[in-house]
């Protein structure tokens, strides 16, 4: 749904859906407003779904006939005119400052999420397209430098320094980069210890976070960099269904933005780390492994169940099952039980260069 949509044609786009809504009630029609319905998965293991194909699932009609449709048809048409408003000013806003431009109708933010996503939908373009922003929590570092509407960036310069991933990843120029593979970690804690340990300066790399689950700028420019500099990317997670997630967020892109998968998702990523084998293999103690909680179990059980893996990561899935049958879960973090800087060092290093990690089928 990228590419080239341009402000102009969404402003006409706009203004055609709300004069057709006028044109119908005034002549007392209630329009049928049809929102395709996208996922990410199902766990319908039967069928031949087209779940990453990214084609819709069925769709969902918004009727005046209904009140609870009534008030979702009010928020998006509300949210509808402060996109208008955005794109014909050429400003950029958030979810957070929509949300705030009337509180008191849109009851909670996600009220506000949903009607972006639907917009997106009706409009068939990105988010980002909208000139709707995330407020940007990725971290950056390692061997790369590139350009964000004139703002140079240069991580190269000094690579062990962290810099905000732009929100505005659209605008990003002239990367140039000198590494051998990108690392994405999923917490901020173990990217400071790799910062920390100047691991940049003894590893060509880049070093990524979204600090726990990704947000939408992390995504499109962590697939920016993968399509534009042709390297290899690991991800390293917790071992526990959390991180399992976040990793398959990053692989196959999250079920609230399936309509934008496509654009989000990045297939190559490789799964580093951490395994439920690691624990053994790098001598944890006990105490450094937690048994798993009845929603860890649920989670982890309902995760099991996802086509994607079925059909595309069997050997993924087959680790997650082995985290469920041992019952414990365990933090990257407790890998440094052996020494501050192990996962630097050791740990990381030996993976990449032995290739002990699931490789992308
Ligand atoms: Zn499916």
């Known amino acids: 749904m990228e590419?080239?949509?341009?402000?102009r044609d969404l402003l006409r786009k706009i203004k055609e859906i709300t004069l057709w809504i006028l044109d119908n009630l005034s002549q007392g029609r209630s329009p049928l407003i049809g929102i395709q319905r996208f996922r990410t998965y199902c766990t319908d293991l039967g069928s031949n779904c087209n779940c990453s194909s990214i084609k819709p699932n069925g769709h969902e009609i918004l009727t005046f006939q209904k009140e609870s449709h009534v008030y979702r048809i009010d928020v998006l048409l509300r949210v509808l005119l402060i996109v208008q408003q955005l794109l014909q000013e050429n400003k950029h806003g958030s979810k957070r400052d929509i949300y705030y431009m009337h509180p008191s109708v849109f009851s909670d933010q996600s009220v506000v999420d949903r009607?972006?996503?639907?917009?997106?939908?009706l409009l068939q373009c990105s988010r980002h397209n909208l000139n709707v922003v995330s407020v940007g929590?990725?971290?950056v570092m390692g061997w790369l430098r590139f350009f964000e509407g004139g703002r140079k960036?240069?991580?190269?310069?000094?690579?062990?320094?962290?810099?905000?991933?732009?929100?505005?990843?659209?605008?990003?120029?002239?990367?140039?980069?000198?590494?051998?593979?990108?690392?994405?970690?999923?917490?901020?804690?173990?990217?400071?210890?790799?910062?920390n340990d100047?691991?940049?300066?003894?590893?060509?790399?880049?070093?990524?976070?979204?600090?726990?689950?990704?947000?939408?700028?992390?995504?499109?420019?962590?697939?920016?960099?993968?399509?534009?500099?042709c390297l290899p990317v690991y991800c390293l997670v917790d071992c526990d269904p959390y991180g399992f997630d976040i990793l398959a967020t990053?692989?196959?892109g999250s079920m609230q933005m399936a309509y934008d998968a496509k654009f989000l998702r990045v297939p190559q990523i490789q799964w580093l780390g951490a395994f439920p084998s690691d624990s053994d293999y790098y001598g944890l103690p006990k105490?450094?492994?937690?048994?798993?909680?009845?929603?860890?179990?649920?989670?982890?059980?309902a995760m099991l169940l996802r086509c994607y893996l079925h059909q595309e990561k069997p050997d993924w899935r087959l680790e997650l099952e082995l985290i469920l049958q041992r019952g414990v879960k365990f933090e990257i973090e407790a890998l440094s039980v052996h020494s501050l800087s192990f996962l630097s060092d050791v740990?990381?290093?030996?993976?990449?260069?032995?290739?002990?990690?699931?490789?992308h089928i």
């Not at 960036?153 to 991933?165: E, M």
């Not at 105490?287 to 059980?301: G, I, M, N, S």
């Open 3 to 7: 590419g080239n949509t341009h402000s």
């Open 115 to 121: 009607a972006i996503n639907d917009i997106c939908i």
């Open 137 to 139: 929590n990725g971290l």
């Open 153 to 195: 960036f240069d991580c190269i310069n000094s690579p062990n320094t962290a810099h905000t991933i732009p929100v505005l990843v659209e605008e990003v120029k002239d990367i140039v980069s000198v590494a051998q593979y990108i690392l994405v970690v999923e917490k901020e804690s173990v990217f400071q210890r790799l910062a």
């Open 198 to 229: 100047q691991f940049c300066s003894k590893n060509r790399c880049i070093v990524i976070t979204g600090r726990g689950y990704p947000d939408v700028p992390t995504r499109r420019f962590l697939r920016l960099l993968v399509e534009q500099l």
């Open 250 to 252: 990053y692989r196959f």
């Open 287 to 301: 105490q450094c492994l937690l048994p798993l909680t009845t929603e860890d179990k649920r989670k982890t059980e």
């Open 347 to 359: 740990y990381i290093p030996s993976k990449i260069k032995e290739g002990t990690y699931i490789c």
